[in-house]
């Protein structure tokens, strides 16, 4: 089954050690000067999102809120300076117009009135009118008697 091996078992078998090559320090070269601040770049502190401050590199900051422009806060005039003028001049034929204006509403608004209530009184007279003077000055109208029969059946039929 397995081919015939001279050192198939494990005494007669060679045993070889493996000897690494001892390895040599990593050497960079000659050293140069080197200046660390040179290297730093500036830092600003910026809150993170749970309100502490965190160092940040400054090309990596967000950009900083300006301040809005203050507001003038001067009270305005209450009608435009220019509206004011043409108001004024306009004044006397303004209050003309509308003089007129309202004059003419209530002489259509009494028409109309004419139209629609007065004739209900108009018929209201009319009636009266010819209505018979017993009827009106008597006072007394006809008689109407009104019987009320109640009739009760409660059998028990059992």
Avoid: C
């Avoid at 004419?114 to 007279?125: E, P, Q, T």
């Amino acid at each position: 089954m397995y081919p015939d091996h001279p050192g198939h078992l494990p005494a007669e078998r060679a045993v070889t050690v493996h000897q690494p090559q001892p390895l040599t320090p990593y050497d960079p070269g000659p050293s140069t000067a080197m200046d660390p601040y040179a290297e730093r770049q500036p830092v600003v502190w910026v809150p993170d999102a749970y309100g502490r401050m965190v160092p940040m590199p400054k090309h990596l900051a967000p950009a900083p809120v300006l301040a809005p422009e203050p507001r003038d806060l001067t009270p305005l005039p209450l009608l435009d300076p220019i509206a004011q003028r043409l108001m004024g001049a306009g004044l006397g034929g303004g209050a003309l117009a509308a003089g007129a204006g309202y004059g003419i509403g209530e002489v259509v608004s009494a028409a109309a009135g004419i139209s629609g209530g007065a004739l209900v009184w108009v018929a209201v007279i009319v009636l009266a009118l010819r209505a018979p003077a017993r009827a009106i000055t008597s006072g007394k109208g006809s008689t109407v008697n009104i019987r009320k029969a109640v009739i009760k059946r409660s059998h028990f039929h059992g």
